[in-house]
C-alpha cells in the first residue's frame, strides 16, 4: 500500500459538472497539500492544511474548494470548471517542516 | 524574484559524467531544502533532503547546501540514461505563519548513451 493514495486516477468531465478528487495518507504526517502542475509549468500549491490550520494560495479561483475532514484525507470539489484547469493535480502530505512525498496523481480534463 | 530558481535546462551530459544541477531561494529563513525526481507523466519522487550547510551524500548523488548564499546544489555522479529527468528543487519557506513547500520550475537532465 503506497503512503499517499489519490482517486480516481483520470478523471473528464464538462464545465457544468461538479467532481472530487480525493487523497488518503497512511504516513502519520501532519500537513497535506493540493499542488497544480499544468503542461511546461512548475508546480503550482494551491492549498495546505496543516495542524488544523488552512492556507491557500489567493490565485486560486473559487470553482476548487477543499476539504480536510481529519489529517488522513482530503478532498478537493470542483465545480465549473475550465479548459485551462485542466492539468495533474498532486496530493502530498509531510510531517512539518520535512520531506513531502507525492500521491500518484489526478490527471483531469476538461471539456 | 522567484522564490525557487532552477536553470530550466535542458541539461545533457554523456553516461557516466557527472551532472550539476543548481538551485537558488529567496527566502533567508528556509530551514530544509529537498530534491526531487519526476519522470514525465509521474509524480514526483524524494532524492535528497538537507538541512544543514555542507554536503550529504547518497549513494551516486551528493546535495551541497550554503546558506549564506542562498543556494543548493544536486551532483549526480556515473550518470545513467535512467537518470534522464526533471529535477525539483524545493524549499521549506514561510507564507505568512505556515512554512510551505515551494517548488523550482525543474531541470530537465538528459544522460545520453
Known amino acids: 500500500e503506497t503512503g499517499v493514495t489519490q482517486t480516481p486516477r483520470h478523471l473528464v468531465m464538462g464545465m457544468t459538472n461538479k467532481k472530487s478528487l480525493k487523497c488518503e495518507q497512511h504516513?502519520?504526517?501532519?500537513?497535506m497539500y493540493w499542488y497544480k502542475q499544468s503542461a511546461k509549468k512548475p508546480l503550482e500549491l494551491m492549498f495546505v492544511?496543516?495542524?488544523?490550520?488552512?492556507?491557500e494560495n489567493n490565485s486560486v479561483p473559487s470553482r476548487f474548494s477543499p476539504e480536510c475532514p481529519n489529517s488522513s484525507h482530503l478532498f478537493l470539489h470542483l465545480h465549473t470548471l475550465q479548459p485551462e484547469d485542466s492539468a495533474l493535480y498532486l496530493c502530498?502530505?509531510?510531517?512539518?517542516?520535512?520531506?513531502?512525498?507525492f500521491g500518484q496523481g489526478t490527471r483531469l480534463t476538461v471539456v | 524574484q522567484k522564490e525557487v530558481e532552477q536553470n530550466s535546462g535542458p541539461l545533457s551530459v554523456p553516461e557516466g559524467a557527472i551532472a550539476s544541477l543548481n538551485c537558488t531561494y529567496s527566502?533567508?529563513?528556509?530551514?530544509?531544502f529537498f530534491w526531487y525526481r519526476q519522470y514525465s507523466g509521474k509524480s514526483p519522487e524524494l532524492i535528497m533532503s538537507?538541512?544543514?550547510?555542507g554536503d550529504k551524500e547518497d549513494g551516486r548523488f551528493t546535495a551541497q547546501l550554503n546558506k549564506a548564499s542562498q543556494y543548493v546544489s544536486l551532483l549526480i555522479r556515473d550518470s545513467q540514461p535512467s537518470d534522464s529527468a526533471t529535477y525539483l528543487c524545493a524549499v521549506n519557506a514561510a507564507k505568512g505563519s505556515a512554512r510551505q513547500l515551494t517548488f523550482g520550475s525543474g531541470t530537465q537532465l538528459t544522460v545520453l548513451p
Open positions: 504516513l502519520g504526517h501532519n500537513a
Open positions: 492544511y496543516s495542524l488544523e490550520e488552512r492556507v
Open positions: 502530498a502530505s509531510s510531517q512539518s517542516n520535512t520531506e513531502a512525498f
Open positions: 538537507i538541512y544543514s550547510n
Open positions: 527566502d533567508r529563513v528556509s530551514q530544509s
